[in-house]
Nanobody
Framework: QVQLVESGGGLVQAGGSLRLSCTSS????????MGWFRQAPGKEREFVAT????????LYADSVKGRFTISRDNAKNTMYLQMNTLKPEDTAVYYC???????????????WGQGTQVTVSP
């Protein structure tokens, strides 16, 4: 089973950028669809973006489309989320997840990282 560790979170001003990383130590990483989700205080965990095993398919939540870019490097067992033009409403804990399907459906992902905090100040 793949194990995931996120990094790259932090505090940034509105309009700024951050790049999150999600790394696995397992070689099976390349066979999984990967996703990013986020959870703000008092809210449910929501879909952000997903990418299939070969990077040929990506999906984004409407709220981040055009601002965020998901990518992966299977040789490095790492997935990325480039976040540009950040807004205060992007503030949340960001989680990466692995599953067999490239989907927005949270329940389809069965392995999760521990999360990394992203805070966007006005």
């Amino acid at each position: 089973q793949v194990q995931l560790v996120e990094s790259g979170g932090g505090l940034v001003q509105a309009g700024g950028s951050l790049r999150l990383s999600c790394t696995s130590s397992r070689r099976t990483f390349s066979s999984y669809a990967m996703g990013w989700f986020r959870q703000a205080p008092g809210k449910e965990r929501e879909f952000v973006a997903t990418i299939n095993y070969s990077s040929s398919t990506t999906l984004y939540a409407d709220s981040v489309k055009g601002r965020f870019t998901i990518s992966r490097d299977n040789a490095k067992n790492t997935m990325y989320l480039q976040m540009n033009t950040l807004k205060p409403e992007d503030t949340a804990v960001y989680y990466c997840a692995a599953g067999r399907l490239t989907t927005m459906n949270r329940s389809a992902y069965n392995v999760w990282g521990q999360g990394t905090q992203v805070t966007v100040s006005p």
